[in-house]
Structure formats: structure tokens, C-alpha cells
């Protein structure tokens, strides 16, 4: 069955670190991958996704790259905030089953 | 700016209650998802519809859990009776499958306390 690993937390780093969250998955076909975000006391956020091989989601500085061959989608930011303080969770759905499967998420902490 | 709305955001209650949760999917979309979250499980899918039917709540303890969507812009779960290992974070989401995208958008999540 699909499934998802998520480098395991809690990740702490200083403001304006570069910041890395690895993310692997095992699933049949080819996959869309997501990133989401919990800020404490939230719900779960879309941070970028991507839908198809070499394809780059992005959005507020966050980067991830769709690779096939090693199947990943690890989480970049070139210079962190203490506002990007949250919970991270690496998911995918499989072509035709909208049901997301998630990693168990990494808690990121960021110190001023 | 379109958003998923969950009441209430918080619930205590005690053991052997009924409990009601509500969300409010985006306009226009056909699936709702529910997932309850919690230290030890992490996040479970519950159960999920497609233009109001269930599709699958393989998820759901089923002698106590139930979920409905009444009508297109309500879906409910119930647990009667709760007991404190309902303790969680519950979520409800939305997305619109069948039109090229498949985006789950999440509510804020109604915390539950079972004393």
C-alpha cells in the first residue's frame, strides 16, 4: 500500500537557517505529493504541491521537487522565520484514490 | 477567500454523551473528508463522502461513530456514547474531485475532551 516517511522531529534551528524536512514514499502509479502546515491550535494548511515528475511546488519560501527516481519530495527553505514555527506533514494521494495518505509530521521549531 | 468551518471548536463532555460535530464544506465541493488527530495516532481518515453518499468510513469505530451529510453544505459526526478515548483533535476537509485538482482543504478542527 502507499505510504509516507517524514524525517523524524522535533527539528529546532535558529532564524534565518536553511531549514530541510526529508520526505520518501512507496505507492503504486504516479502520485501527487503535498506538503501541509499545522500552526499550533490550527488546521491543516496546504503549503505547495505537485502533481507530476521534476514538477516544483512553491509558496512563502518553501520549495519541494517531485523525484521519481528516488522518490522524494523533501522540504527546502534557504533562510527560516520564527513565524514558520509549526508542524510539518509530507502526503501523497494515488492517481484515482483521493485519500490522502500522511507522513507523521515534524514538529519545527525556530529560535530568534 | 472560501474556507471549511467546523462548530464547535471546543467540546467537553462527559463519558457516555452524545456528541455532535458540524462542518460547513466550500461552496461547489464534492467531498468531505473527516479525520480525527491525536499524540499517539497521528491523523486517521474516519470517513469520507462523494456528493453526499460515504464512500468509505472503514476508519470509524462503528458501533458508536456516525456520519452524515444532510445535505450539501452540511456533514455531521456523532459519537454516542463517547467515552474518553474520543479524546482528539477532529477535522473535517473538502476538495472538488472530477475537476483536474485534488486538494484537500481543511477546517480549524473541533477539539473534543471526554471526562
Known amino acids: 500500500g502507499d505510504s509516507v516517511t517524514q524525517m523524524e522531529g522535533p527539528v529546532t534551528l535558529s532564524e534565518e537557517a536553511f531549514l530541510t524536512i526529508n520526505c520518501t514514499y512507496t505507492?503504486?502509479?504516479?502520485?501527487?505529493l503535498f506538503w501541509y502546515v499545522q500552526y499550533p491550535g490550527e488546521g491543516l494548511q496546504l503549503l505547495l504541491k505537485?502533481?507530476?515528475?521534476?514538477d516544483k511546488g512553491s509558496n512563502k519560501g518553501f520549495e519541494a521537487t517531485y523525484r521519481k527516481e528516488t522518490t522524494s519530495f523533501h522540504l527546502e527553505k534557504g533562510s527560516v522565520q520564527v513565524s514558520d514555527s509549526a508542524v510539518y506533514f509530507c502526503?501523497?494521494?494515488?492517481?484515482?484514490?483521493?485519500?490522502?495518505?500522511f507522513g507523521t509530521g515534524t514538529r519545527l521549531t525556530i529560535i530568534p | 477567500d472560501a474556507r471549511v468551518t467546523q462548530t464547535p471548536r471546543h467540546k467537553v463532555t462527559e463519558m457516555g454523551q452524545e456528541v455532535t460535530m458540524r462542518c460547513q464544506p466550500i461552496?461547489?465541493?464534492?467531498?468531505v473528508f473527516w479525520y480525527r488527530q491525536t499524540m499517539m495516532q497521528g491523523l486517521e481518515l474516519l470517513a469520507y463522502?462523494?456528493?453526499?453518499?460515504?464512500l468509505d468510513d472503514s476508519g470509524m469505530p462503528k458501533d458508536r461513530f456516525s456520519a452524515e451529510m444532510p445535505d450539501a453544505t452540511l456533514a455531521t459526526l456523532k459519537i454516542q456514547p463517547s467515552e474518553p478515548r474520543d479524546s482528539a483533535v477532529y477535522f473535517c476537509?473538502?476538495?472538488?474531485w472530477g475537476g483536474g485538482t485534488d486538494t484537500q482543504y481543511f477546517g480549524p478542527g473541533t477539539r473534543l475532551t471526554v471526562l
Open positions: 505537485a502533481t507530476k515528475a521534476d
Open positions: 505507492a503504486t502509479g504516479y502520485p501527487s
Open positions: 461552496l461547489g465541493h464534492n467531498t
Open positions: 463522502f462523494r456528493n453526499r453518499a460515504p
Open positions: 502526503a501523497l494521494t494515488s492517481f484515482g484514490n483521493e485519500k490522502l495518505t
Open positions: 476537509a473538502s476538495g472538488l
